[in-house]
């Protein structure tokens, strides 16, 4: 279950960096090159960074998939999923509808 929300978090941060309009872009993009639905977004680059920079974002992590956590961390995502998903009997449920 964390690794789902590891990833989750990863695609919706990714997202973001991405804005609206690029995200259309390659969607649209990726329907015409016939990809999975699930992988239609590259990881955001942020370019040349300063190694200090590089650094500091890269002590907050990645998904599996490559995006970055930053502004969160494993432990931060971590912290939340288990105060907000646990269910009777001790496990975490993810439903979206909640």
Partial sequence: MLDHCFNLTGRYLNASRWGARN?????????????????????FDSGDLFADDADTLEAFGSSDHGHRLFPLNRAAITGLCRQVLP????????????
């Fill in 87 to 98: 269910r009777p009997g001790g496990r975490m449920e993810f439903n979206s509808r909640h």
């Fill in 23 to 43: 995200l259309a872009r390659q969607f649209r993009e990726s329907r015409e090159r016939g990809a999975a639905l699930s992988d239609w977004t590259p990881a």
